[in-house]
């Protein structure tokens, strides 16, 4: 899982991020209105900690693009702002949950843990192709891919780290495991088997030279 912690003070961002990777989760920092949006146009996110105030604006002018992605990350407000006013005004623009700092991490985890989830059912999705991770089924527009095991984990994977560079070893650790005996070429065969039966996939998974590959967003 994918996490922005949106927040211009750095220890405070880099104790909520050393907390979540602790939990197991990928964490990205942005400081400003700028950075964030500069990484929500490029990577993928299960979730936004949004602060309220940043050195370039107010976090709220966040929320609505954040939720309009698909599938919507889930948002939580962390802020100094607790006044019932500012709390509803949040989860009116679309925020799923809305802390008050100090902020309890152990507190902040088990909310975040039960809203993602609860996620909408929509699922992974990138242009034609949609991901139910619940039911192992993967649609092109109207029709049903028939994907194996690994290619079905391989193409999950793309999905939650859309506008990373990949490398082939991280790849293989990550989706077959460390004990794995294979080498990279399995890597590279699954993904010419993804690329030949998806063909959104063709076009937007790009081989990084000499690194591995990047699924690309749809602008």
């Not at 990577?43 to 693009?65: E, I, K, M, Y």
């Not at 992605?69 to 949040?90: I, K, N, Q, W």
């Not at 293989?172 to 495991?177: A, H, P, S």
């Amino acid at each position: 899982m994918n996490i922005l912690v949106i927040e211009d003070e750095l220890k405070l961002a880099q104790v909520t991020e050393r907390f979540l990777r602790h939990h197991g989760y990928t964490v990205t920092l942005a400081a400003s209105l700028i950075e964030a949006k500069t990484k929500l146009a490029h990577t993928s996110f299960d979730a936004a900690l949004v602060d309220v105030r940043l050195p370039d604006g107010d976090g709220w002018s966040l929320v609505p693009g954040i939720k309009a992605t698909v599938p919507a990350p889930v948002v939580f407000m962390l802020t100094s702002r607790g006044e019932a006013d500012d709390r509803v005004f949040g989860l009116e623009l679309g925020a799923d949950d809305y802390l008050v700092k100090p902020v309890v991490l152990k507190e902040l985890i088990i909310r975040l843990e039960r809203a993602l989830k609860q996620r909408s059912p929509v699922g992974l999705k990138l242009g034609d192709v949609t991901i139910d991770e619940k039911a192992r089924r993967v649609q092109n527009g109207p029709d049903t891919v028939s994907l194996a095991k690994m290619e079905f984990e391989l193409l999950v994977y793309f999905f939650e780290h859309i506008g990373e560079a990949l490398t082939r070893d991280q790849i293989l650790d990550e989706v077959w495991g460390y004990t794995f005996g294979g080498d990279t070429r399995t890597v590279d065969t699954h993904v010419k088997q993804l690329r030949d039966k998806l063909p959104t996939i063709k076009q937007q998974l790009k081989t990084v030279h000499r690194v591995g590959y990047r699924l690309e967003a749809i602008e």
